[in-house]
């Protein structure tokens, strides 16, 4: 394993060392270096997602498979559940029993139009970050997921504030600041901050 420290953005998920140890490419020794090899494996992966319409994509096999296609030139464990305890998440153990749950509820919150389009999105992308399934990555996989979510039933993607404020979600700023701030007040079933930022 080579000596790539990484520097975690507010919000993200540290990984341990068993983790680090999946790092695919040998030449990666920076922090720039390891973004860039990830947003364009996200890149090639959100390509791939929107080539057509996604019906039945509320499941784990599609879940764990769109991680994989995310992350799989990068991490050995992209699209395989974490089996180690994080800060923010479930019990690791209790991911297959939280994320049924959640695909469960989604569907009924769709077919009986429990809540708006975009509320249904939100929640559902607000539930699957705090899941937590995957050892990292999980707030990229969250939103592309939302994404294909919401475009499934004739609406369109969020821009994750990214019309209003300038930068990128992954890395420490403005942007991802309000973003993580958002999310902490859907914590406590405040969804306003989060659909405003969403659409912004």
């Not at 769709?110 to 999980?138: C, M, V």
């Not at 609406?155 to 600041?177: A, D, I, K, Y």
């Amino acid at each position: 394993m080579n000596d790539l420290e990484i520097d975690y953005p507010d919000g993200a998920t540290p990984l341990d060392l068993n983790e680090m140890g999946g790092l695919i490419p040998d030449y990666i020794t920076t922090q720039g270096e390891l973004n860039t090899l990830e947003r364009d494996n996200v890149l090639e992966a959100q390509t791939w997602a929107f080539q057509k319409p996604r019906t039945g994509m509320l499941n784990a096999r599609f879940a764990f498979g769109l991680h994989k296609r995310m992350f799989s030139r990068v991490w050995k464990w992209a699209g395989t559940q974490r089996r180690s305890g994080k800060t923010i998440g479930v019990d690791w153990t209790q991911i297959p029993t939280e994320l049924a749950g959640l695909f469960d509820n989604t569907k009924y919150w769709t077919q009986h139009a429990t809540y708006s389009p975009d509320e249904i999105a939100i929640r559902f992308h607000r539930k699957l970050a705090w899941i937590h399934s995957f050892a990292n990555g999980n707030g990229r996989h969250a939103r592309l997921m939302t994404e294909l979510l919401l475009v499934s039933g004739g609406q369109q993607p969020f821009s994750w504030g990214m019309n209003t404020s300038p930068g990128v979600l992954e890395t420490q700023g403005p942007l991802r600041h309000e973003y993580i701030a958002a999310l902490q007040e859907s914590d406590h079933e405040d969804y306003a901050r989060l659909l405003q930022f969403a659409r912004s």
